[in-house]
């Protein structure tokens, strides 16, 4: 296991740790979370013994490797699948070591060691990694060379993951990827064998793949197990009921505090005003949980244009002589919320250039409204940013007659405070300059605002609140990104980019999902052409399977009420403010674990009560 006991940490003079401490068991998958700032990435350096140490320990198993993504693969001739396969290192030694090695015994030590290591299906495995994360058979003989430096992160990622450390440690690791990137990184990580570490802002990878949660806050660490959005209900739970605490304490605070000013000055209430000061003295103070500043985005709200604000018929669009997409027929109109869907190089950027006027259509006939504006917000426009300018700067630039106080007003609507509008943009955090990008985008007060990867760099918070601006703004939106749960609560209309051409996608983003990962699974062609490939008709359930299932099914159920019932009354437990008082921190500790190992057994057991349920419908149907 990896034993965090009691750190320090400062950075220029800043404490980032003081006294913090978590126990990560062997084989769990855990998020890292915490406010932007808040000493996540440090985390990990210190636990990679890049940082030392001012106070505690960091203690790992004997030989345990720990694994996690180079800042970026160079830039060389190497082939990307020659990269991955380097990256598991005793494999490479032994088969160069095969090479030369004469000794019999020797040989035969370095065969066994290949085969227990499954080195000979490596290539296979590297390969299937690969494919997974965007590069297909032809890509995957390419040099690295041939790629920019966001794809370079991808064949880093696919390294780290091919060596299978015993600790993977992985920040932020959709940045770089897209929505069919991070679905199959999403599902790896569920089977992923060993210990792993994620710091991450993807509400739907910390719901998918992790069992566990480590929250970073106050400069303490404390261990959640169940996925983020259990997370987020056991600490609400746990705010509400110290917020109780905290002000049930000052109501009895102040009720000794009157009797003490009221008696001390009376000489036959002297020693009980004397008792009482002694109990205030010795009650240990109970902190109120702080509200978190609320995150905002106010973007402002465009003019109405009659529809539609865009129109194509038969339009073909690309690059020289190269067309990437053809025969798009497309309406939208001020209301619509589009998400564009499609695997990496298919024509996604190609069709967000093309409806922002930033490419030529080839053919066909484009129309827009007169008087439309459009918004546009890439990942590559935050880089683009001048470093040595301030926020102010830019919009001086821009907006430079509104005068200083409406400049400062509209930085402040984009979380953009006092100290950040006059911090130079190269020492802004990677989410102050998405936010002032964003803001950028939208100062024209836009019809349409093409998004393609807002979130990079946004925590939780800031993009809930995007995704509350972009619900309430009152223009189209056209959206690429990797974030599900940003997508399923903004689309209303899906666009999929495939095979040259845009088509509408009429299922959810659940299938699409599901589709998407049926897609890497191995197709079997065992009987493929022969008779008895054909598919049998189902027999129906015999009568005892039937009444098994209807059994499995009401213990499951039972199952379940069970553990509703003592999800209850463990709440009500840790409701009660009395188990806070100092003297029984050991006591609420324990049971905040049995009221965790409850709720994740409620989990399972519902997900097995479905799975019963499904099981009975088909043998009835």
């Not at 669009?317 to 027929?329: E, F, I, Q, S, W």
């Not at 990496?344 to 930033?358: D, F, Y």
């Amino acid at each position: 296991m990896l034993k965090i006991s009691d750190i320090s940490y400062n950075v220029e003079g800043r404490p980032l740790f003081e006294g913090a401490s978590a126990t990560i068991p062997t084989g769990h998958k855990v998020g890292l979370i915490g406010r932007n700032g808040a000493g996540k990435t440090t985390l990990f350096r210190l636990i990679r013994q890049e940082l030392v140490l001012e106070g505690g320990s960091i203690t790992l198993p004997d030989r345990a490797k720990i694994g996690g993504v180079a800042q970026e693969v160079p830039s060389n001739e190497v082939s990307l699948i020659n990269t991955v396969l380097a990256a598991d290192t005793e494999r490479a030694e032994l088969l160069a070591e095969s090479e030369t090695a004469t000794d019999p015994g020797r040989i035969a030590d370095i065969q066994t060691r290949l085969s227990d290591i499954d080195a000979w299906s490596a290539e296979a495995r590297a390969g299937s990694i690969l494919k997974g994360l965007g590069f297909d058979h032809e890509d995957q003989l390419k040099p690295c060379s041939a790629y920019s430096g966001g794809w370079r992160m991808r064949v880093a990622l696919a390294a780290v993951l091919f060596s299978q450390p015993d600790y993977l440690l992985l920040d932020e690791p959709t940045n770089y990827l897209d929505l069919e990137g991070a679905l199959w990184l999403e599902n790896y990580l569920v089977k992923y064998p060993h210990t792993v570490l994620i710091i991450s802002h993807d509400r739907e990878l910390l719901n998918r793949s992790v069992n566990a949660i480590l929250h970073l806050d106050s400069k303490k660490l404390t261990y959640y197990s169940g996925p983020y959005d259990q997370f987020v209900r056991q600490r609400a739970a746990h705010r509400a009921v110290q917020a109780a605490a905290a002000k049930k304490q000052e109501l009895q605070r102040a009720h000794l505090q009157s009797f003490v000013d009221r008696f001390k000055a009376k000489a036959s209430k002297a020693k009980q005003a004397q008792s009482r000061v002694k109990m205030l003295e010795k009650m240990t103070p109970i902190t109120a949980p702080e509200d978190a500043a609320r995150v905002v985005f106010t973007f402002p709200q465009p003019d109405e244009l009659s529809p539609p604000i865009i129109a194509t018929e038969g339009v073909s669009v690309g690059y020289g002589d190269t067309v990437v997409l053809k025969n798009l027929d497309l309406r939208i109109d001020q209301d619509d919320r589009i998400a564009l869907l499609g695997k990496n190089g298919q024509g996604k950027s190609t069709l967000a250039k093309l409806l922002s006027s930033r490419l030529e259509k080839m053919g066909g006939k484009f129309t827009k409204s007169r008087k439309l504006k459009i918004g546009f917000f890439a990942q590559h426009q935050v880089d683009e940013l001048h470093v040595d300018e301030t926020p102010i700067q830019h919009l001086m630039r821009e907006r430079g007659h509104e005068g200083e106080a409406r400049i400062r007003a509209r930085l402040a609507g984009f979380g953009l405070g006092a100290a950040q509008a006059e911090t130079e943009v190269g020492r802004l955090s990677g989410g102050q300059k998405a936010r002032l990008s964003l803001l950028l985008a939208t100062l024209d007060a836009p019809q349409l605002l093409i998004l393609d990867e807002p979130t990079n760099h946004l925590d939780i918070e800031s993009r809930e609140a995007l995704v509350e601006a972009l619900t309430a703004y009152q223009g189209a939106v056209i959206l690429v990104t990797h974030d599900m749960h940003l997508l399923s609560l903004v689309a209303d209309r899906l666009w999929l980019v495939k095979d040259g051409t845009v088509k509408p996608y009429e299922e959810d983003l659940a299938a699409y999902r599901k589709l998407l990962l049926s897609s890497d699974k191995p197709v079997s062609n065992k009987g493929k052409n022969s008779p008895s490939a054909a598919p049998k008709p189902a027999k129906k359930a015999s009568r005892e399977t039937i009444l098994s299932l209807k059994s499995d099914v009401r213990k499951a159920e039972e199952r379940v009420e069970k553990l509703n019932q003592m999800a209850e009354k463990l709440s009500t437990k840790l409701a009660d403010p009395d188990l806070y008082e100092s003297a029984r921190v050991g006591e609420m500790e324990v049971w905040q674990k049995k009221y965790g190992e409850v709720m994740e057994a409620q989990d399972r057991a519902e997900t097995l009560w479905m799975t019963a349920l499904e099981k009975l419908e088909k043998a009835e149907s």
